[in-house]
């Protein structure tokens, strides 16, 4: 029996589940399980918590469109990831999604977050669901508030569709809308990495609300974005093709220092305003980025040095959360590529994740935390 | 692309520093912003004029905001040491490990780079980064403009929320103002009300109103106000044609009418008003006059009864008079018709009828508390437990008697037969009450009199025994207990009751200083309260006979000299007949003055006999000016009653009392025994009103 602190089921056996969760009991009393799931199998989720209710295992978990095995994408089975001591994991369902909720729905995860840091280092895993509007926003809030005590790593679950379902759970209950929280004590944080360069041109979210562009330079976003996308990349964008395009040819969030943040355009409405992955604050400089020129050699680079900067060891398990729309514009085979490479470099004895729909974390440790889409975050999980 | 950007980054800071009322909000998002554009983790917001540190390369100044540093975040509100290289100087960033080493830090990573940002006037922002900044913008040049911007606003939130907290200071006093008022208003006993002048609806009311009214709030504002009182639909229009004739207020009295049907009299006083030029409206306050009403009645009653008991007390004093002439006359007569002689039986029914009538007269004369009486210390339950065998004959044996008696019963001063008497008239009473058989209960008990009910009874507050006596019999109507006490009123059929029975009762419970109430309802009984005033002190004094009083004499003559004084003729002048009957030489005066000089003209009296009440100079007068010029003379006084309370007692040795009217054989006696005494007072005597 595998002692590793991450096990891929692929049949989602009762038998199976709890002979493995009973393996992992024996040696480490107070571990709890986080599951990640792949949408194909989210009917069987239930079975998940019933198999951990009888096993009186801690279960905390989200669905993803699909989940990264080693080298390849699955979209069925389920990755267990064990929590050796689990000190705090709590699911937030359903928040509120005002602006004005922000401090309340902060303080609510924050009261219960701080009385089980007990490390020096610890991180704060979130799983959002992914139709949450308030990311980046509750970001800023819990970042004013807890600051550097924590590193903040997390990824957006739920359907590459984009449509409401719930994709959150633990032990009792599947839940969407809200978020996930688990606290990591004595561990580093992780690596996000995204890989696009800021264009010439540069245009202004003249009004918004949450994740909807409503203008773009006060005129309808989505007829700003064709003109853009024309003059910009020769490409002619229409409502028939314009899924197909969004993922290419992203909006990126510039900075006063350059710093680029991605929001892929997912949804377009009647009125020409665009939905986005994760927020977009009004007033906002934004270009229209190009997918990069993939350099997966440069990507892993970063990330291998990114895991190295964060203590991480040859031999370990990773976890790799790997954006759904990056695999969009590369293409499957591209990105088995990646996997295949980051795994080998790495020296990883597995690498466990999931196809993301928003990632959150920082380039390099101690930088303010972000909302991304588009990029690539990784971690080690457990010892070696 | 550059100038682009600057100011998409200003446009974008301008809106986040002029979007805040508030400084803490607006320090925070200012900072949160600044660290978004700058990619710094870190941020300070440093306010107020910086002090030396305790090195010269210190600096300590108040740190307002701290953002991203946990161990910093926990110096916000309070003064930090820094660097002063760091903290003062022109806006400017450098990489600088050495000088960062010596800001508080939580984590391992050091901070390498720091943003200077001086905000004029008011502090500085600083920004703290573990790794230099890729900006290709001269940042520290860029957000200049930003800067003074925030010095403004910094300003104006101060300003604002300075006029805020007033406004707000300003808006809780007033709350609290309105919310005292109308705390006081809903405590007031009185109901109170805002009347639409126009409509008669309920604008508003006090707690008082809805409790007073039985009406909930909702049900209330849906009424008229006419709908409770009635007349207030013309004192409606009367107070608004007051308000613009200048006539503020109308005033009446009517019935309020509550929910259950059930009412209730209150003084309603209706003042028509206008606020803010709105249409008039009335504040109606009403106050219950139940409890007035009551008082009032029962001043009535007792005004009345005082009344009576004057009357009485006035007829019973001028026909003790007749009766003690018309005994003496009897008495002569007996003693010149020999027995055998047909005119000695006619004169025997004069002398019944006389005794009867004296009888009498003596209930009218304790009802007017006139009587003589002599009080001791009494135990009530000594006297109701040596009663249960009398009651029970009394009573008889379909009335069950139930005596509960008091613990620790405090004892009282008073005259046991009279107390005796109240017994059995309240039992007769109750018996009468009972033709079927009930119960008859006595109960006694200490209880404590307050100041309030003491005023409504005419008694002093403080410490008094009840005995309680109820019976479970037909009850009384209002209008019977209206004129309970009142002498000869009797709802008995005629030869069966003289009506003096309950007049005695209050008259007696008056007389102790005590007062009497009654509960009753027909078919349900009735309750008597008897509540007398504890005996001050621990005076055993006349609980039993006086000591040397001695026994009557057996042969009552003598041939003393007596100076009688009497203003009535008729009874000088069979006293006086009595008297020299009895061997005694006597001299007759009408008033006091006349007294003293006959007495000063010739050898003084052994014996002065003298009524009480008399013109110019009364008893008591008399009294002490005689026995000041003549200190051996005895003294007997004789009264039907006093006008003033006076104990004999108090008039020293040698003073005795005989209460009218008096058979000639106990006048001798009296006398006999007054001159035979040596060296013994009489017993205290004490008229009290």
Request: charge should be negative; proline fraction near 6%.
């Amino acid at each position: 029996m595998s002692q590793s602190a991450v096990r891929f089921i692929d049949t989602l056996e009762p038998h199976e589940l709890a002979s493995e969760l009973r393996a992992w009991r024996a040696s480490r009393p107070r571990m709890g399980v986080l599951a990640l799931v792949a949408e194909g199998d989210g009917s069987r989720v239930p079975l998940l918590q019933s198999v951990c209710r009888d096993e009186q295992v801690p279960l905390f978990g989200a669905i993803f469109p699909a989940l990264i095995v080693d080298d390849r994408f699955s979209s069925v089975g389920a990755w267990l990831l064990r929590i050796d001591e689990l000190s705090y994991a709590e699911l937030l369902p359903e928040l509120p999604r005002e602006a004005a909720s922000l401090p309340s729905v902060a303080g609510s995860l924050i009261s219960g977050v701080t009385p089980h840091l007990t490390a020096p280092e610890a991180t704060l895993f979130l799983l959002f669901d992914a139709m949450y509007p308030r990311i980046a926003s509750l970001l800023d809030e819990l970042y004013l508030r807890l600051g550097n005590r924590v590193s903040y790593v997390g990824a957006n679950a739920g359907s590459e569709t984009f449509r409401p379902s719930p994709c959150l759970f633990d032990r009792a209950r599947v839940a969407g809308g809200g978020v996930l929280a688990v606290v990591l004590n004595g561990h580093r944080g992780a690596v996000l990495e995204h890989g696009y360069g800021v264009p010439q041109k540069m245009i202004t979210a003249s009004a918004t609300e949450g994740n909807r562009v409503i203008t773009i330079d006060w005129r309808a976003a989505f007829d700003v974005y064709r003109e853009v996308a024309r003059e910009q990349y020769g490409v002619e964008v229409d409502r028939e093709n314009f899924y197909q395009y969004g993922v290419r040819f992203p909006f990126g969030i510039v900075r006063g220092d350059g710093e680029v943040v991605v929001r892929i355009p997912v949804a377009l409405e009647q009125d020409g305003s665009l939905f986005c992955v994760g927020e977009v604050p009004a007033n906002s400089l934004l270009t229209l980025l190009r997918a990069p020129a993939v350099d997966s050699r440069l990507t892993v680079d970063t990330l291998l040095s990114g895991l190295a900067d964060r203590g991480a060891q040859a031999g370990g398990d990773v976890l790799l959360y790997y954006c759904a729309g990056r695999r969009l514009y590369l293409g499957d085979e591209a990105a088995r590529g990646e996997l295949a490479d980051f795994r080998r470099r790495s020296g990883a004895a597995r690498v466990a994740g999931a196809l993301s729909l928003g990632e959150i974390g920082s380039p390099e440790p101690g930088a303010y935390p972000a909302f991304h889409n588009a990029a690539l975050l990784a971690a080690a999980w457990g010892g070696k | 692309v550059n100038a682009e950007l600057i100011t998409a980054v200003l446009y974008d800071m301008a809106l986040v520093v002029g979007g805040e009322l508030t400084l803490r909000p607006l320090l925070v998002k200012t900072l949160q912003r600044l660290m978004y554009h700058t990619s710094f983790p870190v941020g300070m917001v440093l306010l107020g004029a910086p002090r030396a540190g305790p090195a010269e390369d210190e600096i300590e100044t108040r740190l307002e905001v701290a953002i991203g540093d946990f161990e910093l975040s926990a110096h916000a509100g309070a003064n930090l040491l820094l660097p002063r290289a760091l903290a003062v100087g022109p806006p400017g960033m450098a990489d600088d490990p050495a000088l960062l080493a010596k800001v508080p830090r939580s984590g391992s990573l050091p901070y390498t780079t720091w943003l200077r940002l001086p905000v004029e006037g008011e502090g500085v922002i600083l920004l703290l980064a573990h790794r230099a900044s890729r900006a290709r913008l001269p940042l520290d040049r860029v957000f200049q403009p930003v800067m003074a911007n925030l010095a403004r606003a910094i300003t104006l939130c101060r300003h604002h929320e300075a006029y805020t907290a007033g406004l707000v200071a300003e808006r809780d006093a007033a709350r609290m103002g309105l919310e005292r008022f109308r705390a006081a208003i809903d405590t007031s006993a009185d109901v109170i009300a805002v009347v639409d002048a126009a409509t008669g609806r309920f604008v508003d009311f006090n707690a008082t109103a809805q409790s007073a009214l039985g009406y909930s709030r909702a049900e209330l504002l849906a009424l008229r106000s006419s709908d409770v009182v009635p007349e207030l639909e013309t004192a409606r229009e009367q107070a608004v044609a007051g308000l613009l004739g200048g006539k503020r207020d109308v005033t009446f009295e009517a019935l309020h009418h509550r929910k259950d049907g059930s009412t209730f009299p209150a003084e309603v006083r209706l003042t028509a008003f206008s606020c803010h030029g709105e249409q008039p409206l009335l504040i109606a306050v009403s106050r219950d006059a139940t409890a007035r009403k009551g008082i009032e009645q029962q001043l009535q009653q007792s005004q009345k009864l005082e009344s009576i008991a004057r009357l009485a007390g006035g007829v019973a004093h001028d026909f003790n008079n007749l009766l003690t002439a018309i005994l003496g006359g009897v008495d002569v007569l007996l003693e010149r018709v020999a027995p055998g002689d047909p005119l000695r039986e006619g004169v025997q029914e004069i002398e019944d009828a006389a005794r009867r009538a004296a009888a009498l007269t003596r209930q009218l004369l304790v009802f007017s508390r006139k009587e003589v009486v002599q009080p001791v210390l009494v135990d009530l339950d000594e006297v109701v437990a040596g009663m249960v065998r009398m009651l029970r004959r009394l009573i008889g044996e379909d009335i069950e008697l139930v005596t509960t008696p008091g613990a620790a019963l405090r004892r009282v001063r008073a005259d046991p037969g009279q107390l005796e008497q109240i017994i059995v008239n309240l039992a007769v009473n109750a018996r009468d009450a009972m033709p079927g058989g009930g119960r008859l209960a006595l109960e006694t008990g200490n209880v404590a009199v307050d100041a309030e009910t003491a005023r409504l009874h005419g008694v002093s507050a403080g410490r008094y025994v009840l005995l309680a006596i109820s019976d479970t019999g037909c009850g009384m109507s209002p209008e019977t207990q209206a004129h309970l006490f009142e002498p000869f009123f009797t709802t008995k059929e005629r030869g069966k009751g003289t009506g003096l029975g309950l007049s005695t009762v209050y008259g007696i419970v008056k007389q102790s200083g005590g007062y009497i109430q009654v509960a009753s309802r027909p078919g349900r009984g009735t309750h008597f309260r008897i509540y007398l005033p504890e005996a001050e002190g621990d005076d055993a004094r006349a609980a039993a006979p006086a000591p040397g009083t001695p026994p009557a004499a057996a042969v009552a003559r003598g041939s003393e000299a007596v100076l009688l004084v009497e203003d009535d003729p008729l009874v000088r002048r069979v006293t006086a007949r009595t008297l020299r009957a009895s061997g005694y030489a006597v001299l007759e005066a009408t008033e006091g003055g006349e007294a003293l000089r006959l007495a000063r003209e010739g050898a003084p009296p052994d014996l002065l006999v003298t009524d009480v009440v008399m013109p110019h100079m009364g008893g008591e007068a008399l009294v002490a000016r005689f026995r000041a010029e003549h200190p051996d003379t005895r003294i007997l006084l004789i009264s039907g009653y006093t006008d003033h309370g006076f104990d004999v007692a108090s008039l020293g040795e040698g003073v005795g009392f005989l209460q009218k009217p008096f058979a000639p054989a106990a006048l001798a006696r009296k006398v006999r025994e007054l001159l035979d005494r040596r060296g013994a007072g009489p017993a205290p005597l004490r008229v009290v009103r």
